[in-house]
């Protein structure tokens, strides 16, 4: 079992930046493939970006959509036992719910909801014009 907590969502103005992170119970979250994921009022919940846990080939392997590619970064601590999302050059765009999740046995679906095991509990990004 893992618990995953969002934090570092806000209010920022167009390209302006946040780091969110997101925290996880449990000695082996370094094992776990982790994203991101976001979901704007009224739409679908979509895939930001994920990297792969230890227990896989690909190790720390980092994917990202299109939309977020050369802006958002994912990165791990497995120290801290937290996943981190760098979001840079933000645009109004990207406001929506984010959220983190976890998954055990990763093969080969990092972009799917349907794929993860986990769910953090989200947090607000809102990106003013």
């Known amino acids: 079992q893992v618990q995953l907590v969002e934090s570092g969502g806000g209010l920022v103005q167009s390209g302006g930046s946040l780091r969110l992170s997101c925290a996880a119970s449990?000695?082996?979250?370094?094992?776990?493939?982790t994203g991101w994921f976001r979901q704007a009022p009224g739409k679908e919940r979509e895939f930001v970006a994920a990297?792969?846990?230890?227990?896989?080939?690909?190790?720390?392997?980092?994917y990202s959509a299109d939309s977020v590619k050369g802006r958002f970064t994912v990165s791990r601590d497995n120290v801290k036992n937290t996943v981190y999302l760098q979001m840079n050059s933000l645009k109004p765009e990207d406001t929506a719910v984010y959220y983190c999740?976890?998954?055990?046995?990763?093969?080969?679906?990092?972009?799917?909801?349907?794929?993860?095991?986990?769910w953090g509990q989200g947090t607000q990004v809102t990106v003013s014009p």
């Open positions: 999740a976890a998954l055990r046995y990763y093969s080969g679906d990092y972009y799917s909801v349907g794929a993860y095991d986990y």
């Open positions: 990297i792969i846990g230890s227990i896989n080939l690909g190790v720390n392997s980092t």
């Open positions: 449990g000695r082996t979250f370094n094992t776990y493939t």
